[in-house]
């Protein structure tokens, strides 16, 4: 067995009504919108070297309330379609001409970042978020893809008008705020004083300064974590070096102008979402993380606890290459889930008295946190994540529930070889693990993907449909129930 099918390049796209095994809460209805690099060599001679470089391709799995079989609540199909984005970056792997934007390629930092302007880096593989009626295809750089949610095809770019200050590259992924339904990103600005801006975005498409954040020397972040009150920003000490910055002449990708700093530790940025000020600025040792998982509040908003998948550095961001995942030499340390919580002091705005807690959850091994959609921004009990080696050995064999008021974990493992994130949908009352967890999955003996969904509360099998073909490993989905196609 080995991960090497994860990686390849999916050239097939596919619409298929396909046949459930098993069944169905009557609830589920809806559709999974998946996102990830589809394909890494393109017919035109484009090829790059890492995962995080592969071509945009979104996935959607539809279960259909027409599809239900009378009084047994059992679904007979899922509606699964698969489309590349037809994106600038895509039309440029066609004529050969791609050559990835993230860890594959070289220009200067200045080229690379200010570019994002005129001709932005468009392979929008990580995630497809909802605003309004409209679902944006996102990456790390400020350019938003429409995607349809039926056909999934590619209609143009999103803009936003108005006078709130951008950056040239963005969060890859924004949160939302559930009880309003605003949707909340960070932006980075390059410049004489570099900044984070952070944004609100309205379902109506406005798009609100909430607050900016000087730095002087921007961090790789990923993602941030939200509360009702507060944008929190983990600023890593992954750091550009502003010299660097300036220097002329090819360089080295993206990823690569980042330097590991351990000395400057992580600075815990935390922004009052009605007055934009920060009122507390924390450090704390240095790590490094793709992924929080979810924040909330305690005491009256006098403490913020955020989950988030940490690493001990960013050396493993360089093990993503392609020919290390293919060969199956992976070594790196995986995700251990953290809990950070924020204790902003007597003085609420008096940001030298706020302090950090660190508490370990689970230290064996994840990847790709999720948390319930129904508990972002409040309290949650569960996490869930890809169930990795620690250190990685192999790509994930499972996935798990992680409790973490008792600290019981559950796994499942078995009905294929390698998993992906796992999405938990709620049921309709909405308690704490009543649904149903979502996670394609990896059989390289059939070379089929097969989508399981899991009960939320045992993880135990529910009912499995099997895709007419491998897709290679993808990397974040949102179900959104108000999808609901026909084909
Ligand atoms: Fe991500």
């Known amino acids: 067995m080995s991960p090497q099918l994860g990686f390849h390049s999916l050239h097939d796209e596919a619409t298929a009504s396909i046949g459930v095994e098993g069944s169905l809460p009557p609830w589920l209805t809806g559709s999974l919108l998946r996102t990830g690099p589809g394909a890494f060599s393109m017919p035109g001679g484009s090829t790059v070297e890492h995962w995080f470089d592969g071509l945009a391709m979104c996935y959607r799995f539809t279960f259909d309330p027409g599809d239900r079989a009378g009084a047994t609540g059992a679904a007979d199909a899922v509606h699964y379609r698969n489309r590349f984005l037809r994106t600038d970056a895509y039309r440029a792997a066609r004529a050969g001409e791609f050559a990835g934007g993230f860890a594959t390629g070289e220009t200067t930092l200045r080229e690379r970042l200010f570019s994002l302007l005129d001709a932005p880096y468009d392979n929008t593989n990580i995630v497809v978020e909802r605003i309004g009626d409209r679902y944006l295809a996102l990456t790390e750089s400020p350019r938003r893809v429409?995607?349809?949610?039926?056909?999934?095809?590619?209609?143009?770019?999103?803009?936003?008008?108005g006078s709130a200050p951008a950056g040239q590259l963005a969060c890859a992924h924004p949160k939302r705020d559930p009880a309003t339904g605003t949707l909340v990103n960070v932006e980075t600005a390059f410049g004489r004083t570099h900044q984070y801006h952070v944004h609100a975005l309205t379902d109506a498409g406005d798009r609100r300064h909430v607050g900016s954040v000087?730095?002087?020397?921007p961090a790789y972040m990923h993602s941030f974590a939200l509360t009702p009150r507060y944008v929190v920003l983990t600023e890593f000490p992954f750091r550009v070096d502003p010299l660097r910055f300036l220097k002329p002449g090819r360089q080295p990708p993206f990823i690569e102008q980042f330097d590991w700093q351990p000395d400057r530790g992580t600075r815990i940025v935390v922004l009052d979402r009605t007055t934009g000020e920060t009122v507390a600025a924390p450090t704390t040792d240095a790590l490094f993380g793709f992924h929080h998982v979810n924040a909330f509040e305690r005491d009256g908003g006098r403490e913020i606890v955020f989950d988030l998948e940490t690493v001990p550095d960013a050396g493993g961001i360089g093990e993503l290459s392609l020919d290390t995942l293919r060969d199956g030499s992976l070594s790196?340390?995986?995700?251990?889930?953290?809990?950070?919580?924020?204790?902003?002091?007597?003085?609420?705005y008096g940001p030298g008295d706020a302090t950090v807690t660190r508490t370990m959850l689970y230290d064996d091994g994840t990847a790709l946190p999720t948390a319930s959609p129904a508990r972002w921004c409040r309290p949650h009990r569960y996490v869930y994540a890809m169930s990795m080696d620690q250190p990685a050995s192999d790509w994930?064999?499972?996935?798990?529930?992680?409790?973490?008021r008792s600290g019981d974990v559950v796994e499942h493992a078995g009905g294929a070889d390698y998993f992906g994130e796992p999405i938990f949908v709620p049921g309709p009352d909405e308690t704490a693990d009543a649904g149903v967890v979502l996670t394609v999955t990896l059989d390289t003996a059939a070379e089929r993907s097969?989508?399981?969904?899991?009960d939320g509360e045992t993880l135990a099998e529910r009912a499995r449909v099997t895709l007419p073909h491998a897709a290679p490993f993808d990397f974040h989905g949102r179900y959104f129930p108000e999808i609901t196609v026909r084909e």
């Open 332 to 348: 790196a340390i995986t995700g251990r889930l953290e809990r950070f919580t924020v204790d902003l002091g007597g003085d609420r």
């Open 214 to 217: 000087d730095t002087d020397a």
């Open 396 to 404: 994930a064999g499972g996935v798990l529930k992680i409790d973490t």
């Open 450 to 454: 097969r989508l399981l969904v899991l």
């Open 146 to 161: 429409v995607v349809a949610p039926d056909t999934l095809d590619t209609e143009g770019d999103d803009q936003y008008d």
